[in-house]
């Protein structure tokens, strides 16, 4: 198996309103792409979040006496403290430059992902409201379009515990499950497998991160061809990113 790491071109700067779905597709187009059923289509969290304006400007926050404490603590804007806050079910760590938090969607990571970064000055992007339902809309629309069965991941630039660096993860899918289970098969040995689960849709945002960068390369949409996905494929409707999230009783890093 061989797969391809397509960074999609001239992806123009998105705003509050602007029709994804179809401004994917144009561009697309202008690189000359026809979807195929196999394809994996990676889009930065960033471009969702403005597109739905979920954008917060900083100035226009009201501080609370426990964002007061968090950024006397860790040392960040007491106002960047709230977003935080406002976009957290818990915070599990605040100390001096770190903030890990438990989002609204269960993700476990710093600063309940809002980003300042690829957004104007004086605003930041929580993470978007609903991503699978994101994620779904895309695809239903470009799989019309090109009359294919694509699959959409919807990725952020997370880090992971124990290990330095950030890498590329799956914050929203559609048409994919995001894990592949190989319980109950059998390895070179004929030994079976028994807990061996592979976090696939994450592996593919961090293959598609290698494209997209982390600073000024302004390549937000990223298409992953090649890699067989027939054994985690599914409807748009049946997908959801929660099968990644690890249940409280086995996380034995909270």
């Not at 061989?2 to 992806?11: A, P, Q, T």
């Not at 124990?162 to 190989?182: E, L």
């Not at 945002?205 to 390369?217: E, H, P, V, W, Y």
Request: aromatic content about 4%; some cysteine.
């Amino acid at each position: 198996m061989s797969i391809e790491i397509i960074g999609i071109k001239d992806f123009p700067l998105i705003k509050k309103d602007d029709k994804l779905p179809e401004i994917i597709y144009e561009c697309l187009i202008k690189n000359d792409v026809e979807l195929r059923s196999s394809d994996v289509l990676v889009l930065a969290e960033t471009v969702v979040s403005k597109a739905e304006g979920n954008v917060v400007e900083i100035e226009s926050v009201r501080v609370s006496d426990e964002a007061m404490e968090m950024s006397k603590i860790s040392g960040k804007d007491a106002r960047e403290c709230q977003i935080i806050l406002d976009n957290s079910k818990s915070v599990l760590r605040c100390q001096e430059g770190l903030i890990i938090t438990e989002t609204l969607h269960g993700f476990v990571c710093a600063n309940s992902g809002v980003d300042n970064s690829n957004c104007e000055e004086g605003y930041v992007t929580p993470l978007p409201v609903n991503p699978d339902e994101s994620a779904r809309l895309i695809k239903e629309y470009l799989d019309g379009k090109f009359g294919c069965d694509c699959k959409v991941i919807i990725s952020d630039t997370q880090g992971r515990a124990w290990r330095v660096g950030a890498i590329g993860v799956a914050v929203g899918i559609s048409g994919m499950h995001p894990v592949t289970d190989f319980r109950g098969t059998c390895d070179l040995y004929g030994q079976e497998l028994k807990s061996t689960i592979e976090a696939t849709a994450d592996e593919l945002a961090s293959a598609a991160s290698l494209i997209m960068g982390q600073s000024d390369n302004g390549m937000c949409l990223v298409l992953v061809r090649g890699y067989d996905s027939s054994a985690i494929s599914c409807a748009g409707s049946e997908s959801s990113i929660d099968e990644i999230i690890r249940d409280k009783k086995t996380d034995a890093f909270r």
